[in-house]
Structures are given as structure tokens and as C-alpha cells.
């Protein structure tokens, strides 16, 4: 896997900048400042209520900014720094290496990046911290005055840390020396151009100065261009389920969707463009798979638990049929034939049956089909939308999402559809996709903020996790996705990794 870098998405400038301003910032979108000690920023101060001045210099020899600063704290309604900034439009890509000098007094002493709407204390704003202790996070204001809010990293410091604003998406990437970039966190935080951007540093107590370096400095800027259309970038991703560590397999600039998990962890299944395609676990070129005449392939697939067979949603004359093909390629034998659309979502252990969410007479609800063919059988009949079915993996209950409680939450049934029961209530969320992993031991799910309806792509979702014994749901990752992150199946064969996709709105 070739290492992420910013090429082919931003202009960037690297430190020592005094090279870059002499051969002139028009090429960026930037006006031309005249250097101020080497100085990339244009302007540089204290934000907020400050005690002890801070201060800003570049070291020529070291090739890093030192940035000494008091400051309570970068929280809470309103913030206390030092603050080095450019004024830019557009996306922008900041990397650093972030350390401080000496032990320090606190250890939430913070320093890294942040893309500011104005330099008012309260100002909204998204930011990167790298803290005395090690602790990196992801962290934001969404309107001025309000409650900043955090994402904390997996890994911990020091790190090479890397800031990205693409249009309203903030995306934050953590590399550890000579190792590859991990996705973070991405959320949204709606800014206006133009946005401050730069390095901060915050010594968490207001009568202490704390003094950060940056090395390997890079500001990279796509200034906005009129008419210019954004593009989905989307990256298959395997998360570790005892550390919470990130890992792109596969990333292009085109939409795909739902990777399955081969039974026997070699392969990768995932829908693009109608078709499926596989793509080795390690990574390489994906491969389309031959499904016959079985065109218009939707995100719903999956292996049967042998790995020999793929169910998979296509569509016929307008609605989502579900067929049955081998998993190496093949004719489709279909197996619904109902007028209306049918999703598949879940095949039992044993290895005989498929759960599939289900349109008939305009209500959607969970059904079952013997895979050898026959009549289906209709589950749930509660008002609203039943959908998302798998199997536990002892075949003894369905879990599904359910909005007849008035919100989309997680529930379980037996497999035969009685002792109907709701899994998730937390206020906060609205849940979809339930999971158990293969060891019987976790459940993982897509998780929207409680206002948005339906499923959609293109959102602000954290995956969660809670034992399947019953217990409360944590995030496990938080990203921009939705629609075709984790609809399908996707643990890995011994419980310890789960696959997803996010999207980013790239500028091409």
C-alpha cells in the first residue's frame, strides 16, 4: 500500500518557505505577502484571554516554527491561544510533525493545526491537537459560541498529523515515524470562506508558557475555482476492533460500496457501478466478478458461510430481485419474484436460509427464503420500516433495524420471528445495519445523528459497537459515509476486524 500523500489534491508548500514567496504565490491562489522571518503566516497573536504573550519563530537550521504560548485552554464556549494563521479559500491540506520543549506542566498541553471562521474567542473552528501526554484529537466548534466537541485518535504521539478540509468535511490522518497514514476522524463543520488557517499552541494553564515545534511543515491549498464539481472519493477501510486503529486497503476517486468479508479472509466482495468486484485483502486491483446476466447490482451481497456461494440485489424490470450465484463467478439462479424490491441481508449459519428486508404491498418488512428455492415468509408486521437482517452466529435470533418505536433503533427476534425485542434506546443516534460478529461476541452498527432520516450517503456517522449479550453501544469510528459504508455483512473470519467504506468530497 503506497503511502498517502497530498499529491494530485493540493498545491503545497513545505518549509523553508522563503523559496516558495520568492517565486510568487500567484500559482496558488495566494496573494503575495513579503516574508516576515521566513514567516509562511500573515498574521500572528494571542486569541482570546491571555495572561502571558505569546510568540512565533521560524528556526532556519532546525527547519521548524516554535511557537511559545500561555492560555487556559482550547474548550468549552470560548478559546485561549496563540495563534499563527494564513488567510485562505478553498480545501486545504496541513501536515506537521508536533513535539513540545521540555516536560511540561500540564500534560492537555496542546498544539497542532486548525482552520478558524475569524479569530474571536467563540469563533467556530476545526482543529488537530497533539497533547503533552500523547493524546491526538480531532477537535471542533460547529457555530460560534457553542460547545467545542473531540474525536480522540487511536494512535498516540509523537505522529505526524495531518489536517484536511475538503469543502464542509474536515478529515484528520495520523502516521506514526515511517509508517503509513491512518484515517482518523471526518465530520462536518460548516465554515465560510475565507477561513484563518495555521498552527496553534495552547499550555493549558493561563500563568504557564509552553513552548510546541513543528517540523516537516506542509500547506497545501486548492483555491475555489467556479464550476468547479467535487468528486467522491471513497476508501475501503479495515478497523481494528481491540485498539480502534484505521487502515486503507483501497482507495479511487468513484463510488463503491458494502465490502464483504470472504469466510476464509482472503477477499474483499463490494459493489461499484452495478457490478461486483473483488479485491484481495492486502490490497491490489479489484477484479469484476462474472454474475451473468445479473446487471444492476446494488449494495446488498454476501458469502454464504462456506464461502462457496454470493447472494446478491440486482435489478429486474425496475425492482431489486435477490439470486444466488458461485462466490467465484457465475449464472445467477434468482429466487424472489415478487413484483416489488427485495434486499438481501443476512444468510443463517447453517447455511439453508436468507433474510431479506422486503416491499410488499407498499410495506417494507423482513422476510426468509429457503436458498434451494420456495415460498417466502414474512417475519415482522409492524408499521414502518423493518430492514437490515443477520443471523446471530449460533442461528438462534435475527437482529434488524426498526423505526416502529418511533426512531430507527436496533432489534432481535428469533430466528422463527416471535419475541420481537428492542436492542438500542439511546437518544442520541438513529441506528441501522446491525452485525454480529462470527464469535458471537459483538454487534457493530451505522449510527446517523438522531434528525436525519433514512439512510443516506454523504453524512456524518460514527460505527458502533455493544456486546451481543446486551450492554451499552460505544463509537468505534467516526467518518463521512452512510448509504453503503456497512450495510452488508463484514466482520473478518476471527471477530478482530471489521471493513467499511467512507467518502470524501474531493475536488478532481
Not at 528556526?59 to 470560548?78: F, H, M, T
Not at 460560534?144 to 478529515?171: C, I, M, Q, S, W
Not at 475565507?194 to 494553564?205: I, R, T, Y
Amino acid at each position: 500500500m503506497a503511502r498517502v500523500t497530498s499529491a494530485g489534491r493540493f498545491n503545497v508548500l513545505r518549509l523553508p518557505v522563503l523559496l516558495v514567496l520568492t517565486l510568487g504565490l500567484a500559482g496558488l491562489g495566494l496573494s503575495r505577502q513579503p516574508p516576515v522571518d521566513r514567516d509562511l503566516f500573515e498574521g500572528r497573536g494571542d486569541i482570546g484571554k491571555v495572561k502571558l504573550p505569546g510568540s512565533a519563530a521560524f528556526d532556519p537550521d532546525r527547519k521548524e516554527w516554535r511557537l511559545s504560548a500561555s492560555g487556559e485552554n482550547v474548550w468549552g464556549k470560548e478559546d485561549a491561544f496563540y495563534f499563527a494563521w494564513r488567510k485562505v479559500s478553498g480545501d486545504l491540506s496541513l501536515t506537521a510533525d508536533v513535539g513540545f520543549v521540555g516536560a511540561g506542566k500540564n500534560p492537555h498541553r496542546k498544539a497542532g493545526w486548525m482552520v478558524r471562521q475569524g479569530l474571536d474567542a467563540d469563533a467556530p473552528y476545526a482543529g488537530v491537537s497533539v497533547h503533552g501526554d500523547g493524546l491526538i484529537t480531532l477537535h471542533y466548534r460547529k457555530e460560534k459560541g457553542g460547545t467545542t466537541k473531540d474525536v480522540r485518535a487511536a494512535l498516540k504521539g509523537p505522529a505526524t498529523v495531518r489536517l484536511e478540509r475538503h469543502g464542509d468535511v474536515f478529515a484528520v490522518s495520523v502516521a506514526k515515524p515511517g509508517e503509513e497514514f491512518q484515517p482518523m476522524a471526518a465530520l462536518t463543520v460548516k465554515l465560510t470562506d475565507p477561513v484563518h488557517a495555521g498552527l496553534f499552541a495552547c499550555s493549558h494553564e493561563a500563568d504557564v508558557s509552553e513552548t510546541a515545534t513543528f517540523s516537516k511543515v506542509s500547506f497545501g491549498n486548492v483555491p475555489p475555482k467556479p464550476g468547479r464539481k467535487r468528486v467522491q472519493e471513497t476508501s475501503l477501510e479495515v478497523l481494528a476492533i481491540d485498539t480502534g486503529e484505521r487502515k486503507v486497503v483501497y482507495r479511487a476517486r468513484q463510488k463503491f460500496e458494502a465490502p464483504n468479508w470472504s469466510p476464509d479472509g482472503k477477499l474483499f466482495y463490494f459493489n461499484q457501478g452495478g457490478a461486483i468486484y473483488t479485491l484481495p485483502v492486502k490490497g491490489g486491483t479489484p477484479t469484476k466478478l462474472d454474475t451473468g446476466d445479473a446487471v444492476g447490482c446494488n449494495n446488498d451481497h454476501g458469502l454464504s458461510p462456506d464461502g462457496k456461494w454470493l447472494a446478491i440485489s440486482h435489478n429486474i424490470k425496475g425492482a431489486s430481485q435477490i439470486s444466488v450465484l458461485p462466490s467465484t463467478g457465475g449464472a445467477p439462479r434468482r429466487l424472489t419474484f415478487a413484483k416489488e424490491a427485495s434486499y438481501w441481508h443476512g444468510w443463517s449459519p447453517d447455511g439453508k436460509t436468507l433474510a431479506y428486508c422486503a416491499q410488499r404491498n407498499k410495506e417494507f418488512d423482513i422476510y426468509t427464503i429457503p436458498v434451494d428455492g420456495g415460498e417466502e415468509k414474512r417475519l415482522t408486521t409492524a408499521k414502518g420500516l423493518d430492514d437490515g437482517p443477520d443471523y446471530s452466529p449460533d442461528g438462534k435470533h435475527i437482529y434488524f433495524n426498526s423505526d416502529r418505536s418511533g426512531a430507527m433503533k436496533i432489534w432481535r427476534m428469533n430466528a422463527d420471528g416471535t419475541d420481537q425485542r428492542q436492542v438500542t434506546d439511546d437518544a442520541e443516534y438513529v441506528d441501522w445495519f446491525p452485525h454480529p460478529s462470527p464469535g458471537g461476541k459483538w454487534l457493530v452498527f451505522l449510527s446517523y445523528d438522531k434528525g436525519v432520516k433514512g439512510h443516506p450517503a454523504n453524512q456524518d456517522v460514527v460505527l458502533r459497537i455493544m456486546p451481543l449479550a446486551g450492554g451499552r453501544p460505544r463509537v468505534l469510528a467516526t467518518l463521512f459515509g452512510g448509504q453503503g459504508t456497512i450495510n452488508v455483512p463484514s466482520w473478518s473470519p476471527d471477530s478482530k476486524r471489521v471493513a467499511f467504506v467512507s467518502y470524501l468530497p474531493v475536488v478532481p
